[in-house]
């Protein structure tokens, strides 16, 4: 199976500021790798896949890019609303896998 | 829209089983493929399993070990997951979604219901 980690596992930030979220994958698993957001008792979003493409209605302050083993999540302005866990999430191959999380909450 | 509802949950005695729906609308769904994936009280995502559009191929996690089934109802719009033999650490929400493309799974998902919590306990 492949193996997602995520750095760092939680962070504080303020509103306005840039925030990065990294994850790597155990092997290579090229674009194949999703993003997503969750906020307390909600549903998973999907904020970008294929590592760097945008999913409709996503704001444009979140971005993705990589490739290989080695993918970041940029947010260049946080907005209150933004304040969440995040997953990465590779989709090469079955069984799908899951980062562990990062959280984000207000400085 | 597309909205997708989870039923059947609840609180099950160890080993007993338990059937889960999600009911789909608002989208072509014999065109998608589908998912589960579940949540452990305070924990990460884990998924669970996939099941293409027609229904012919069915993917696992490793760490079912053969105990749960995916199934669907293109008829009725209906996804299902067959819970067999549980266990206390299956206790979770489970939540269904739907994949992102039309046709051959690209193995992401768009549109998740809201989720449906299983307890497993004596």
């Known amino acids: 199976d492949i193996q997602m980690t995520q750095s760092p596992s939680s962070l504080s930030a303020s509103v306005g500021d840039r925030v990065t979220i990294s994850c790597r994958a155990s092997q290579t698993i090229s674009s194949y790798l999703n993003w997503y957001q969750q906020k307390p008792g909600k549903a998973p979003k999907l904020l970008i896949f294929a590592a760097s493409s945008l999913q409709s209605g996503v704001p444009s302050r979140f971005s993705g890019s990589g490739s290989g083993t080695d993918f970041t999540l940029t947010i260049s302005s946080l907005h209150p609303e933004d304040f969440a866990t995040y997953y990465c999430?590779?989709?090469?191959?079955?069984?799908?896998?899951f980062g562990p999380g990062t959280r984000v909450d207000i400085k | 829209q597309v909205q997708l509802v989870e039923s059947g949950g609840g609180v099950v005695q160890p080993g007993r089983s338990l059937r889960l729906s999600c009911a789909a609308s608002?989208?072509?769904?014999?065109?998608?493929?589908l998912h589960w994936v579940r949540q452990a009280p305070g924990k990460g995502l884990e998924w669970v399993a996939l099941?293409?559009?027609?229904?012919?191929?069915?993917f696992y996690a490793d760490s079912l070990k053969g105990r749960f089934t995916v199934s669907r109802d293109n008829s009725k719009n209906t996804l299902y997951l067959q819970m067999d033999s549980l266990r206390a650490e299956d206790t979770a929400v489970y939540y269904c979604?739907?994949?992102?493309?039309?046709?051959?799974?690209?193995?992401?998902?768009?549109?998740w219901g809201q989720g449906t919590l299983v307890t497993v306990s004596p």
């Open positions: 099941i293409s559009n027609g229904g012919t191929n069915k």
């Open positions: 979604a739907k994949d992102l493309s039309l046709g051959t799974p690209i193995k992401t998902s768009d549109y």
């Open positions: 999430q590779q989709s090469y191959s079955t069984p799908l896998t």
């Open positions: 608002g989208f072509t769904f014999s065109n998608y493929g």
